[in-house]
């Protein structure tokens, strides 16, 4: 049971590239998310997915694209990299349970410099 | 909206000191209210949380009660140890089950 994955762990672009980062839960949960982590910002939410095949907006939106693949994976694709997405970038996933005690697992996180 | 305060600034302490993290919330009705740890280099992990006015969070030897009349959420550990050192994040669930988080408290404890 590895929980959430994400692969890169690192990446670095160039202005203008485009990337996917990729993102796999295997508990069997309901909803994902994709947040970005800032220097003293805390962490924003950019999109998330309350259950297979919806996807809303978050706080920060603008600039990223999403898909829920299925139930396990929830990409997040950036088509025109900009230096103002440089961030370290979480994904994190519940069960999305009708009840107040539903937690979000997170996984270890993609460090993305954009040049 | 929902929003959540934390105190500014890094929090530097000696091993075994005594721990405070304040954290209050502006939110309608009354959210489940968590606090998450980031250890260096990795991912956020649920350190506690609470569902109702006073209920206490326990894990790990820190403690958080849920203040109704307050709005509040402190973290609290008597005894810090050096591998307590990480960033702490309080937070609140909204209705859409989002997440609402401060912006976190850096954690050094020096030998």
């Known amino acids: 049971n590895a929980g959430v994955t994400q692969t890169p762990k690192f990446q670095v672009l160039k202005t203008g590239q485009s990337m996917t980062l990729q993102c796999a839960q295997d508990?069997?949960?309901?909803?994902m998310y994709w947040y970005r982590q800032d220097p003293g910002m805390g962490l924003r939410l950019i999109y998330y997915?309350?259950?297979?095949?919806?996807?809303d907006k978050g706080e920060v939106p603008n600039g990223y694209n999403v898909s829920r693949l299925n139930k396990r994976e929830f990409s997040l694709r950036l088509e025109s990299a900009a230096p103002s997405q440089t961030s370290v970038y979480f994904c994190?996933?519940?069960?999305?349970?009708?009840?107040?005690?539903?937690?979000?697992?997170f996984g270890p996180g993609t460090r993305l410099t954009v040049l | 909206g929902n929003s959540v305060t934390q105190m500014e600034g890094p929090v530097t302490l000696s091993e075994e000191a005594f721990l405070t993290i304040n954290c209050t919330y502006t939110a309608t009705g009354y959210p489940s209210l968590f606090w998450y740890v980031q250890y260096p280099g990795e991912g956020l992990q649920l350190l506690l949380k609470?569902?109702?006015?006073?209920d206490k969070g326990s894990n790990k030897g820190f403690e958080a009660t849920y203040r109704k009349e307050t709005t509040s959420f402190h973290l609290e550990k008597g005894s810090v140890q050096v591998s307590d050192s990480a960033v702490y994040f309080c937070?609140?669930?909204?209705?859409?089950?989002?997440?609402?988080f401060g912006k976190g408290n850096q954690v050094v404890v020096i030998p």
């Open positions: 609470a569902t109702k006015a006073d």
């Open positions: 994190a996933s519940s069960e999305m349970r009708l009840t107040s005690t539903d937690t979000q697992y």
């Open positions: 997915s309350a259950s297979e095949g919806t996807t």
């Open positions: 508990m069997n949960h309901n909803s």
């Open positions: 937070a609140l669930k909204e209705r859409n089950n989002r997440l609402a």
